[in-house]
């Protein structure tokens, strides 16, 4: 029996060495255009640039994630977009998010004045159409600017 769980021990962390150690994948909004409005929920049509900081490229299959903008909930999203991000390259896509623009707009109106930009923060994971490893998370912040 002890034989049984060493070699399951080893058999175990020779599967981890062999994973691959993938860095997070780097997402900017870098576009956010409403698309439709009305007193519950809005539907904003995100520009997102997706950066790759490793050496092999990554297959997507899809991105889930959550916008913040000034600290407060802004959107959430699923796109099942799929596209391939080069090995060290950058690739652009459009996601579809349900907005609540509500809180926003009070922060946003209560900062009137303090200057022409917002801190926004985007983070969920990126889901791969192959490999071992089958997610990455991330979690990204910067800054819109208003115009």
Same mark, same amino acid.
């Given at each position: 029996?002890?034989?049984?769980v ?5 058999l ?17 909004? +870098? ?6 409005? %009305?007193?519950? @929920? ?12 490793? %050496? ?16 407060e909930?802004?959107?959430?999203? !699923?796109?099942?977009? @799929? ?10 896509? %459009?996601?579809? +998010? ?7 707009? !009070? ?31 991330? %979690? ?8």
């Open positions: 029996m002890r034989w049984i060493l070699m399951g021990t080893v175990l962390s020779a599967c981890s060495t062999l994973a691959p150690q993938l860095e997070a994948p780097s997402l900017n909004v +870098v576009g956010m255009e409403l698309l439709e409005s %009305d007193i519950f @929920q809005q539907r904003v049509k995100l520009t997102l640039r997706v950066q790759n900081p490793n %050496d092999r490229e990554l297959p997507i299959k899809g991105v889930s994630t959550q916008v913040e903008l000034a600290g909930e802004f959107a959430t999203g !699923v796109s099942s977009a @799929q596209f391939t991000v080069p090995a060290l390259g950058e690739s652009e896509f %459009d996601m579809i +998010v349900t907005a609540n623009m509500a809180g926003a707009l !009070v922060h946003l109106l209560g900062r009137r004045g303090e200057g022409s930009e917002i801190e926004y923060r985007v983070k969920g994971k990126v889901s791969l159409a192959s490999g071992l490893l089958r997610s990455i998370p991330f %979690d990204e912040t910067g800054k819109l600017k208003l115009e």
